[in-house]
């Protein structure tokens, strides 16, 4: 189970919960940024599950980039890398809907031998059995997919056709919506072995000491990742996954 996380609070409590890796992003308000090295060494002093870390610069679902866009991702990564990431997620997409191969190449040189996670671009891929290959070609060591629909259970159908593609070849990883209610049922429909969650929950402050707060409106909300939640998950997969009560069919 893989959470993304963009705070220390979350990071601990994606830890605590049973998570396997974290994925590292700064505003996840914004579908995830690139985090600073800060926030990178003390999840890393924190933690001893791997730590990989978003490379994006902006927000906008287009992930089109200019070169001068990729080069400071470029230096974000050489950062980053020193830093101590244990790899990186990343994805690009040219302005007709297809991979990055040139963009790509450039941020996998700088990343190489860590793995790295070709992100949600690849579901506004205009043609996602195209990009599989490609991505395949170019290193990536998964894909972060909702199966081209706005939750991964909706896309259970193309998930599940993508991890037979696949072949082994790479890690398909479902990945939006996902929680302690459908995970099994991912699960048992695709046989996925990571899946990618938030587990988060509104943070209302019970400290009646604090006073350098104000009540928050609906778009203000903070929202933290949920020992419990990230533990539920955990448990229904790894049941599942060990009681191989399920038969897939492609």
């Not at 990989?52 to 866009?69: I, K, P, S």
């Not at 400290?207 to 928050?216: A, M």
């Not at 229904?236 to 399920?246: C, D, G, H, T």
């Amino acid at each position: 189970m893989e959470v993304c996380v963009d705070s220390v609070e979350s990071a601990l409590n994606a830890y605590h919960g049973g998570a396997s890796r974290l994925e590292l992003c700064a505003a996840l308000s914004e579908g995830g940024l690139t985090p600073t090295p800060g926030l990178l060494r003390i999840v890393k002093s924190i933690v001893t599950i791997p730590v990989f870390v978003m490379l994006r610069l902006r927000a906008g679902g287009d992930f089109v980039y200019t070169q001068q866009e990729i080069e400071v991702m470029k230096n974000d990564a050489t950062v980053l890398k020193d830093w101590g990431a244990d790899g990186f997620v990343f994805g690009a997409l040219t302005p007709s809907g297809s991979v990055d191969e040139k963009a790509c190449r450039e941020i996998m040189n700088i990343v190489s031998p860590m793995p790295i996670t070709f992100h949600r671009a690849f579901d506004v891929c205009i043609d996602v059995h195209e990009a599989l290959p490609v991505i395949i070609k170019l290193g990536f060591s998964r894909i972060l997919t909702s199966g081209q629909e706005l939750s991964a259970e909706k896309g259970i159908s193309l998930i599940k056709k993508l991890i037979s593609s696949a072949n082994g070849q790479i890690i398909i990883m479902p990945g939006a919506g996902i929680t302690k209610d459908n995970v099994g049922e991912i699960l048992r429909q695709t046989g996925a072995v990571e899946f990618h969650a938030s587990a988060k929950i509104s943070k209302v402050n019970n400290d009646s000491s604090n006073k350098c707060t104000k009540d928050f409106s609906r778009e203000e909300m903070m929202y933290v990742t949920s020992v419990d939640l990230v533990k539920e998950m955990v448990k229904v997969a790894n049941e599942l996954w060990s009681s191989r009560k399920w038969e897939i069919n492609v």
